[in-house]
């Protein structure tokens, strides 16, 4: 039996999705988790053909539940993950058990901050960037920062904007350090804080050859955390501007030394020159598998698994249009008591898809990560602004209720 085993995976979003893709392609799925709901709600998981709860961080207990699937008869053809920190993870098993085409150290120092900036600090899509570890002399290390304001602080292995700051001088800047390190970090990153806007481009990389499938426009808030609320895909690109990005991309893949695999990147332009927020061996979360499937016809995650079992990837757009997602937050702290207007915002001409992603009972806060946006509007058009119209105010219709607590 061909047999695909997830190592993590998200009740919604390209992680689960990819599962989805991976049941369409003809293959057994099985998902490793240490979600106790996800376990307890097994039929929440139709796709999932089977459900193993396991601590995700014991890679031998990993290693053990693997060989015991195999002993069930099952032929194992590849061990993926779409969820960090667990990519690397997934494609060092595949390694020992000779599995996949995908090497897992561009990937592990991808997921690790810390390691991305020092493989990138000659170049210049790299920013001012500096590290402080637990034992390091604090007054030293604020005093060296002094005309460095504003900043970024964060942890080298933060997802998703969780422990992400913003400071913008020396008093703000110590509580943040000293608040990471009561959290349990060992060590801090900090780096230049970059205005500019804001761009993720999803990338492919298939024996050695770049393929940039997706550029999206951010548009990003700044609650308690900087959110990214608004992702305009654009259909269509400047061709300068867009060789400009892959060139760049390049640039930053020959020092990975990635030859196969998947990844996404965050760059901000400043001063016309490309400056790198961050990057991962993945495709982004949520909408975005439906984003590009909207815009392009491509399931990327279904191309993503190919070049994991050493197939050639199909990039091959169907059509070409301008999506725009419209993401859902919660300004207020409290348990939901109703969603309204998902049926009137489906409605409404150039909407694609309504999702909200909390249940009746949920207790609902202001975002301090991504995993904190409650939902999402796609909408199509011929024309970014156009798109991007429909989605907001398709978004106008939603309502959240809450009972404060």
């Known amino acids: 039996m061909k047999t695909i085993i997830f190592i993590g995976s998200n009740k919604s979003g390209s992680s689960r999705e990819a599962i989805k893709a991976a049941e369409r392609l003809g293959f057994f799925t099985i998902l490793l988790t240490d979600r106790e709901l996800q376990f307890k709600n097994r039929p929440d998981f139709p796709d999932v053909h089977q459900l193993v709860f396991v601590e995700l961080t014991n890679y031998n207990l990993l290693k053990e539940n693997i060989k015991a699937i195999q002993s069930q008869g099952k032929r194992i053809e590849a061990i993926l993950s779409f969820i960090d920190p667990y990519v690397h993870v997934a494609a060092q098993l595949s390694k020992e058990f000779e599995l996949t085409a995908v090497p897992p150290e561009p990937l592990a120092k991808m997921e690790d901050k810390l390691l991305t900036r020092e493989l990138l600090k000659d170049l210049p899509v790299s920013p001012y960037f500096a590290r ?17 304001f504003p900043l970024i602080v964060k942890t080298p292995v933060s997802s998703g904007s969780k422990d992400v700051l913003f400071v913008k001088d020396e008093e703000e800047l110590v509580l943040s350090i000293n608040n990471l390190f009561k959290k349990g970090s060992n060590e801090v990153l900090l780096e230049e804080y970059l205005d500019g806007p804001q761009y993720l481009i999803e990338a492919c990389v298939y024996n050695g050859e770049v393929h940039i499938i997706a550029v999206l426009e951010q548009e990003i808030s700044f609650l308690e955390r900087f959110i990214v609320t608004g992702y305009s895909l ?9 060789n400009d990005i892959y060139k760049t991309v390049c640039l930053i893949l020959e020092r990975f030394e990635m030859d196969n695999g998947s990844c996404h990147l965050e760059m901000r332009l400043i001063n016309n020159e490309w400056k790198l927020i961050e990057i991962n061996p993945r495709i982004s979360g949520g909408a975005m598998n439906r ?17 994991f079992l050493g197939q050639e990837p199909n990039f091959e757009k169907k059509y070409s249009r301008f999506v725009y997602a419209q993401y859902l937050t919660s300004h207020s702290t409290g348990k939901l008591i109703k969603v309204t207007g998902k049926n009137r915002s489906s409605r409404l001409p150039g909407v694609e898809e309504v999702f909200i992603k909390p249940k009746k009972g949920e207790i609902l806060h202001p975002p301090l990560s991504m995993g904190d946006r409650y939902g999402y509007v796609l909408a199509s058009s011929d024309n970014k602004e156009e798109a991007m119209s429909i989605a907001k105010e398709a978004a106008k219709e939603i309502r ?3 009972e404060p607590v």
Not at 134 to 148: T, V
Not at 291 to 307: F, R, S
């Open 400 to 402: 959240f209720y809450i």
């Open 234 to 242: 654009l259909g269509e690109m400047d061709e300068a501007f867009y």
């Open 132 to 148: 402080i570890v637990k034992d390091d002399s604090l007054e030293d290390f604020i005093d060296r920062q002094k005309e460095s």
């Open 291 to 307: 984003i590009i499937e909207l815009a392009y016809g491509i399931n990327l995650v279904e191309e993503t698994i190919k070049i």
